[in-house]
């Protein structure tokens, strides 16, 4: 079972909301991740957790809160975004944050997020 | 400098023909890691090969191969017999060794369209 999920898959929200996006995968990976991806553009690489610890942080603003509750679950909370955060929000996992042999990193479908 | 360099940013294939997606990449690293992500319309990135620095083989999985060049530093993706369903934008990646955890940089990516 290679399958990371995320929910929602779509989000619209105004600038004034909270709301929060969720990740979840059962592989038994102990790294997570959140990468933003603009229309047509790479992902950008956010946060990283490596067994429940935030090890990279890309400068993101604070209005994007990363929590990893355990090695399973990764949420985003969201506060007081800009219309210029409206993206695809993917979520991945990987077996460590370390270099181990390949190491690759599966990712869930996103979540489509508007901010209105 | 960029690190990852997709140089064709779209391509086209007839079906059940071969593709080669072009990928190089900058490194003084001698430990290093390239990936081949296949991103169709829905959103998800499938990851599809790996190539570690020091494997003296080209990597193979299916229809998808990596042509390896290390001395020239470049990490084609060769799609044989294609087919409508590997329509996708397609990205490659590398992780470097001096890189904490496992960060990714990616390329611009190739959109890839098959036609019948």
């Known amino acids: 079972d290679t399958e990371v999920t995320q929910t929602p898959k779509h989000l619209v929200m105004g600038m004034t909301n909270k709301k929060s996006l969720k990740c979840e995968q059962h592989m038994g990976h102990r790294a997570m991740y959140w990468y933003k991806q603009k229309a047509k553009k790479p992902p950008e690489l956010m946060f990283v957790?490596?067994?429940?610890?935030?090890?990279i942080n890309e400068s993101v603003p604070s209005r994007f809160s990363p929590e990893c509750p355990n090695s399973s679950l990764l949420n985003l909370h969201l506060h007081a975004l800009q219309p210029e955060d409206s993206a695809l929000y993917l979520c991945a996992s990987s077996q460590d944050g370390g270099r181990a042999r390949a190491n690759e990193q599966y990712f869930g479908p996103g979540t489509r997020l508007t901010v209105t | 400098a960029q690190k990852i360099t997709q140089t064709q940013p779209g391509m086209f294939v007839q079906e059940k023909e071969a593709v080669t997606l072009d990928c190089t990449y900058d490194?003084?690293?001698?430990?290093?890691?390239l990936f081949w992500y296949k991103q169709p319309s829905s959103g998800e990135m499938i990851f599809l090969i790996y190539q570690g620095s020091y494997d003296e083989q080209n990597a193979t999985e299916g229809r998808y191969s990596l042509n390896f060049q290390k001395a020239r530093k470049s990490a084609n993706l060769v799609i044989s017999a294609s087919q409508l369903g590997d329509s996708a934008m397609y990205f490659c990646a590398m992780r470097e060794a001096e890189t904490s955890g496992s960060r990714l940089t990616f390329g611009e990516g190739t959109q890839l369209t098959v036609n019948p």
């Open positions: 957790y490596s067994y429940e610890k935030l090890s």
């Open positions: 490194t003084s690293d001698q430990s290093y890691g």
